[in-house]
């Protein structure tokens, strides 16, 4: 902004009449990015993202019920990645797929410890209403009941290599929220 003020003026004194000063100036450096976001902060946004990413994966999977794809370790490990592997393994085996994917609403809950955080607890009320399963050989829909939104608590950990994954959830009944 300064280098273009500058040039208007040098610009105006040139049509005055007046002599212009060609010196060369250089562009003062820009000031650091401000920093305002805490650790907890960014924290809570990548545990999160690590969240969503984990449904969302769940998501890809289960178009085919795919219970070994890679994709179920990108953001869930532990008893969290057991959980969806298991579910897409049922799945398979009863001949079902998923079609859709979950509406979600987390939040963060809890941040231990607030200074460096290592732990969070997304809190959700996800709605599977438009995540239903279908059978594999004729399409059609297979769940007996319509989905809706359910109470989801998950356990967020930063990993030695310093992501976040989701190593543990619980799913509750429809309506719990």
Same mark, same amino acid.
Request: one cysteine or more; hydrophobic letters at 35%; aromatic letters at 6%.
């Given at each position: *902004?300064?280098? !273009?003020?500058?040039? %208007?003026?040098?610009?105006?004194?040139?049509? @005055?009449?007046? +002599?212009?000063?060609?010196?060369?100036? %250089?562009?003062?450096?820009? +000031?650091?990015?401000?920093? =305002?976001?805490?650790?907890?902060?960014?924290? /809570?946004? $990548?545990? =999160?993202?690590?969240?969503?990413? *984990?449904?969302?994966?769940?998501?890809?999977?289960? $178009? %085919?019920?795919?219970?070994?794809? +890679? #994709?179920? /370790?990108?953001?869930?490990?532990?008893?969290?990645? &057991?959980?969806?592997?298991?579910?897409?393994?049922? &799945?398979?085996?009863?001949?079902?797929?998923? $079609?859709?994917?979950?509406?979600?609403?987390?939040?963060?809950?809890?941040?231990?410890?607030?200074? &460096?955080?290592? $732990?969070?607890?997304?809190?959700?009320?996800?709605?599977?209403? @438009?995540?239903?399963?279908?059978?594999?050989?004729?399409?059609?829909?297979?769940?007996?009941? +319509?989905?809706? #939104?359910?109470?989801?608590?998950? !356990? !967020?950990?930063?990993?030695?290599?310093?992501?976040?994954?989701?190593? &543990?959830?619980?799913?509750?009944?429809?309506?719990?929220?």
């Amino acid at each position: *902004m300064p280098l !273009v003020v500058a040039g %208007t003026v040098i610009m105006l004194s040139a049509c @005055n009449g007046a +002599p212009v000063a060609t010196t060369t100036s %250089t562009p003062a450096p820009a +000031p650091p990015p401000s920093s =305002t976001a805490s650790s907890a902060d960014v924290a /809570r946004d $990548k545990a =999160t993202a690590a969240y969503e990413g *984990m449904w969302g994966d769940f998501a890809a999977a289960g $178009k %085919t019920s795919d219970w070994q794809s +890679p #994709r179920l /370790r990108q953001h869930a490990t532990g008893i969290a990645l &057991d959980k969806l592997s298991q579910s897409l393994y049922g &799945d398979n085996y009863k001949g079902l797929v998923t $079609k859709g994917e979950p509406v979600l609403r987390p939040s963060v809950s809890t941040v231990e410890p607030e200074g &460096d955080p290592r $732990k969070i607890v997304v809190t959700d009320c996800g709605d599977s209403s @438009n995540a239903l399963k279908y059978r594999a050989d004729n399409g059609q829909l297979a769940d007996d009941k +319509p989905g809706g #939104r359910h109470l989801i608590n998950a !356990v !967020v950990e930063k990993q030695a290599d310093g992501s976040w994954k989701v190593s &543990d959830f619980g799913v509750h009944e429809v309506g719990s929220c």
